[in-house]
Nanobody
Framework: QVQLVESGGGLVQAGGSLRLSCAAS????????MAWFRQGPGKEREFVGY???????LYADSVKGRFTISRDNAKISGNLQMNSLKPEDTAVYYC???????????????WGQGTQVTVSS
């Protein structure tokens, strides 16, 4: 059973930075795409970005140029570096995984429990 565990959330002022991590275990394959989604208060879950096994990335327009996704296939982990944070980035951030590329949350098989990120103005 694949397990994903996020860490690194917290409270930060607007303009600050946070780095989220996602640790995978339980049969996670290095060929899986790792993605990040977020769900703000009163909002639907939305795509943030993904990285595939070879390092190919895709980002949502709202975070492009501010967020960077990376992964370490040897350690079976991923990271989401978030810079120039805005109050509208406040959300629970989730790590997810699947085979193949997709920005659709419904297409991801494995999910972490989420970590809260709060950006104060």
């Amino acid at each position: 059973q694949v397990q994903l565990v996020e860490s690194g959330g917290g409270l930060v002022q607007a303009g600050g930075s946070l780095r989220l991590s996602c640790a995978a275990s339980g049969g996670f394959l290095s060929s899986y795409t790792m993605a990040w989604f977020r769900q703000g208060p009163g909002k639907e879950r939305e795509f943030v970005g993904y990285i595939n096994w070879s390092g190919r990335t895709l980002y949502a327009d709202s975070v492009k140029g501010r967020f960077t996704i990376s992964r370490d296939n040897a350690k079976i982990s991923g990271n989401l570096q978030m810079n120039s944070l805005k109050p509208e980035d406040t959300a629970v951030y989730y790590c997810a995984a699947r085979l193949g590329l997709s920005s659709g949350s419904d297409e991801y098989n494995y999910w972490g429990q989420g970590t809260q990120v709060t950006v104060s103005s």
